[in-house]
């Protein structure tokens, strides 16, 4: 786990939880099995995540996590047991829960050789955006973002952090109820993660559940519920301050080490 690279400060004192509103579950999940032949990569997991939460889904390489991911994503079917995403089942309603969800990894779907407006229009027309609201939510989109001067720029001609803010702006264009972010920040500046999270702050307020794996242990804590996988198994589950207690510890990076000790295997 990285620990050298850190957040300038907290940022947590900006976040704006949603108000006057009964958080309602987003992802529910019984005994979720996925096996290949004789190999259970994910093994019996049990968990729920609410509207607006912002819930950290960590575990070594290995552990499962990124299988699971992909089941919650509609892209891989379970071996056995049961999972709601945005209130549609993953195994007989997978295409709908693609509908619902926005999806972002380290290494991004945006389109290098497209221009900024363009990779925003295009995406806006996969998620079935209305063709007479695109150019107008393009255009606060790139007022939000500060990208105004780079609408014609080439997304490769980005620098990397501007191309993960937009790539998170982009898979979250639709206000879709959950969005999954497979280690968006990696490899980037300390400064410009910490204004990532700004804008995951920003999506949680309006109601967006935020579903993350991260290497970073300080973002774990900017998480409301973290849950560590070992083995295809979730061996803890609760909110940072409450890991740090049950496992004696002042941050969750040595929390992380004495559950990952426990792995025997080392890929998944």
Known sequence: MNKDTHIPHDPMHQRTKIQNIVPQKVIEVHDLVKRFGSFTAVD???????????????????????????MLCGLSKPTS????????????????????????????????????????????????????????????????LHFDKERNTLVKELPLGWKQKLAFSVSIFHEPKVVFLDEPTGGVDPVTRREFWELIYEATSRGITVFVTTHYMDEAEYCDRVSIMVDGRIEALDTPENLKKQFNTQNMDSVFLQLARKAKRTAN
Request: charged letters at 25%; a positive charge.
């Open 81 to 144: 047991g049961k999972g709601l995403v945005a209130g549609f089942d993953i195994r007989k309603e997978s295409e709908q829960v693609k509908k619902n969800i926005g999806y972002m990894s380290q290494k991004f779907s945006l389109y290098n050789d497209l221009k900024v407006w363009e990779n925003i229009r295009l995406f806006a027309g996969i998620y079935g955006i209305p063709e007479m609201e695109i150019d107008g939510r393009t255009g606060d989109l790139l007022r939000r």
């Open 44 to 70: 019996h997991i049990s968990f729920d995540v609410k509207q607006g939460e912002i819930f950290g889904f960590l575990g070594a390489n290995g552990a499962g996590k990124t299988t699971a991911m992909r």
